[in-house]
């Protein structure tokens, strides 16, 4: 597998730059909730999702 250096550290420094950015503003809970996205957007590609237990109550 061939890393692609130029593309990996472009991201590295965009992702640094960002969190600190956010964080000297308050706002890194914004760039935790896109990790969050990334991570279940992954999740989504490999088929992994878990199905989700509803329950209809009839009144």
Do not use: C, H, R
């Amino acid at each position: 597998m061939k890393i692609q250096w130029k593309k990996l550290w472009l991201k590295i420094i965009l992702w640094l730059g960002a969190e600190i950015l956010l964080t000297s503003i308050g706002l890194d809970n914004l760039a935790d909730y896109s990790e969050f996205l990334g991570e279940q957007k992954k999740v989504a590609l490999m088929g992994k999702a878990y199905p989700t237990l509803t329950v209809n109550f009839v009144f």
